[in-house]
């Protein structure tokens, strides 16, 4: 059965929040870092049930310096078994945390550096099939070095890079990194970039 076209094209392109009722909630899995829950809700006629990947939510941080590079770290994520390039990042894990907050936190635990400008870059939804999780990325100007802050696990061996935007979104067109946070924030900062 095809879908509905939406040939009006009425409105800006914008998601649409849906709510259903949820009859049936459950965490099935719990996890170390998150948790498995399923669900059984009514969905036009019927009933569907999902399980999916319950998430707190993140950030990520495009810090640029003043040659207009950004930063990007490399290290060992074991679903994939790679040491992907990706951005500093972290969990939203603290009660009332504000995302602006947990950027500042992130980009100096992970990157040893403070920025004095800091500006919405874009909000993704990682993987919405399977996952509530959402990201904000910041991008973060005016950069100076802080403490070095001791790390352990995967942090432990974290590699940081500098590189020219446009060499960034090079690799990300050859599919040469793969993160999907990286790859939404570097497109989005060179369409930013090219419509200033």
Same mark, same amino acid.
Do not use: C, K
């Given at each position: 059965?095809?879908?509905t076209?939406?040939?009006?094209g009425a409105?800006?392109?914008r998601?649409?929040?849906?709510?259903?009722?949820?009859?049936?909630?459950?965490?099935v899995?719990p996890?170390?870092v998150?948790?498995?829950r399923?669900e059984?809700?009514?969905?036009?006629?019927?009933?569907?049930?999902?399980?999916?990947?319950?998430?707190?939510?993140a950030v $990520?941080?495009?810090?640029v310096?003043? %040659? *207009?590079?950004? &930063?990007v770290?490399?290290q060992?994520?074991?679903p !994939?078994?790679t040491?992907?390039w990706?951005l500093?990042?972290?969990?939203?894990?603290?009660e009332?945390?504000?995302?602006?907050e $947990?950027?500042?936190?992130e980009l100096? %635990? *992970?990157?040893d &550096?403070?920025?004095?400008?800091w500006e919405?870059? !874009?909000?993704?939804?990682?993987?919405?099939?399977?996952?509530?999780?959402?990201?904000?990325?910041f991008?973060a100007?005016?950069l100076?070095a802080?403490?070095?802050?001791?790390?352990?696990?995967?942090e432990?061996?974290?590699?940081?890079?500098?590189?020219a935007l446009?060499e960034?979104?090079d690799?990300?067109?050859d599919?040469?990194v793969?993160?999907g946070?990286?790859v939404a924030?570097?497109?989005?900062?060179?369409?930013?970039?090219d419509r200033?």
């Amino acid at each position: 059965m095809p879908g509905t076209i939406d040939s009006a094209g009425a409105g800006e392109l914008r998601d649409e929040a849906h709510s259903v009722e949820v009859l049936d909630s459950e965490v099935v899995f719990p996890g170390r870092v998150w948790d498995i829950r399923r669900e059984r809700f009514g969905y036009g006629e019927g009933e569907i049930v999902r399980e999916f990947m319950e998430h707190p939510g993140a950030v $990520a941080v495009l810090a640029v310096d003043d %040659e *207009e590079r950004v &930063l990007v770290i490399q290290q060992y994520r074991h679903p !994939i078994q790679t040491r992907d390039w990706e951005l500093p990042a972290g969990l939203l894990d603290v009660e009332g945390e504000d995302p602006i907050e $947990a950027a500042r936190r992130e980009l100096a %635990e *992970e990157a040893d &550096l403070a920025a004095a400008h800091w500006e919405p870059l !874009i909000t993704v939804h990682t993987s919405p099939g399977g996952s509530d999780e959402v990201i904000h990325v910041f991008r973060a100007t005016g950069l100076s070095a802080t403490e070095t802050f001791a790390r352990d696990a995967e942090e432990a061996d974290i590699v940081l890079r500098w590189v020219a935007l446009d060499e960034a979104v090079d690799a990300v067109l050859d599919s040469r990194v793969r993160n999907g946070v990286l790859v939404a924030a570097v497109l989005a900062a060179h369409a930013r970039r090219d419509r200033a």
